[in-house]
């Protein structure tokens, strides 16, 4: 614990963009869980018009990140382009709140707020470039803190924000108590990580520059890439099934959702400590091996509850495992791309989009095989398979 307490008291860099991930967590945590519900029943979406809203942003997302990251490492400057993207977090969530129309909510969605989201990556890339000087210990806890912060903000707002918009006639309010959030975001950007050399940045050729944006495309890169997507789509595949089976085969109610994932959060935050303790002493990707494994026991278990109390126990497998899930990948994408913080910071994003469509393959496969409880065996044996292959890629070496 000291040394996670000495990092945060001798790094500047590290103390603010863990506080700026916070508030960028804050705004998400403040939106997400309702953002279904307002674009489709309070503005009167459809369905279908709302999934291809959704679908657009992703790939906004991922091209912005990409595109940022990129820019970033090329001009080695940070500050500026995250005060651009955090300051787009402000526009977009303050207009849908200001004037709450279909129009209104999909410009928002596809166009600033895509944008705000490439502030999750570029933060971790901020702090990538200034890990470079630490020790390899010192740079993975940076990182996991980096990212027990955002699972911080998903503990505390979302049950918050639901309690206010409990007392609320509309669910809009979450919108600006997320703008809120975003310039909180910007000044601790603004007021926190020091301004960019006030030199002129020496700008390489584009030959290397865009071998350097090639990487992602390289063949040991791209199955690097998809490993840890296989991982990463368990969760997808959860959070798909897991309401659906409480409700359903395991006789739960609404509420007990909401306190299943509150409480693998909570574990979650405690354990990230404990994986960042685990890398110190075995490899990254044996690692990753046990969380996938751990997690298919949690995900068969779950496909043969029959009563709440079931689930709530398998849970406790669930936070425990999804604390390596969440944390570890991170570090090891950003050491993907030796010496491009901000474009390595990209595949995060990159990972995530992954993720989330291969969580939907699993989830459509295993239903029209056998149901809920299929999907997610099946999402359980695809994040053991993408563990394995990292391992074989890390030892072949390929």
């Known amino acids: 614990m000291n040394a996670w307490v000495s990092i945060l008291r001798d790094h500047r860099v590290v103390r603010a963009s863990a506080l700026a991930i916070f508030l960028y967590g804050f705004a998400g945590g403040a939106t997400s869980p309702y953002q279904a519900v307002i674009g489709i029943r309070e503005l009167g979406l459809s369905d279908n018009t709302y999934a291809a809203v959704a679908f657009v942003a992703s790939i906004m997302h991922v091209t912005l990140a990409i ?189 007990d959702i909401g306190f299943l994932v509150g409480m693998v959060a909570v574990i979650e935050v405690v354990f990230i400590f404990f994986w960042a303790w685990v890398v110190r002493r075995i490899k990254m990707t044996t690692a990753l091996l046990i969380s996938a494994g751990l997690y298919l026991v949690y995900l068969a278990l779950i496909a043969v509850a029959s009563a709440p109390g079931h689930v709530y126990a398998a849970s406790l497998i669930a936070g425990f495992a999804a604390a390596g899930i969440i944390s570890l990948p991170i570090s090891y994408l950003l050491d993907l791309i030796k010496n491009r913080p901000g474009l390595s910071a990209s595949l995060i994003a990159v990972n995530m989009f992954l993720g989330a469509a291969l969580g939907a393959l699993f989830f459509a496969i295993g239903t029209t095989i056998g149901g809920y409880g299929t999907a997610s065996v099946l999402g359980g044996i695809g994040g053991v398979l993408g563990a394995c292959s990292l391992v074989y890629l890390e030892r072949s070496g390929k």
């Open 67 to 255: 595109v940022s990251g990129y820019l970033s490492d090329r001009f080695q400057s940070y500050r500026r382009p995250l005060l651009i993207v955090s300051g787009f977090g402000i526009v977009g969530y303050a207009m849908v709140w200001v004037y709450p129309t279909p129009l209104t909510f999909i410009i928002a969605t596809i166009g600033p707020l895509a944008i705000f989201h490439a502030t999750n990556s570029m933060l971790f890339g901020n702090v990538r470039a200034h890990t470079d000087s630490f020790d390899p210990e010192e740079a993975n806890i940076a990182n996991s803190l980096m990212r027990m912060m955002v699972s911080l903000a998903w503990v505390l707002v979302p049950g918050i924000v639901g309690l206010i918009l409990a007392t609320q006639d509309s669910m809009m309010l979450a919108y600006l108590i997320a703008a809120g959030a975003a310039g909180l975001c910007f000044i601790v950007v603004l007021l926190g990580i020091d301004p960019d050399s006030s030199e002129p940045a020496t700008v390489e050729s584009n030959g290397p520059a865009l071998l350097e944006l090639a990487k992602i495309l390289a063949p040991g890169t791209v199955m690097r890439i998809l490993g840890v997507a296989l991982i990463t789509q368990v969760l997808s595949v959860n959070a798909t099934v897991l309401p659906l089976i409480v409700t359903g085969r395991a006789n739960g109610v609404a509420a």
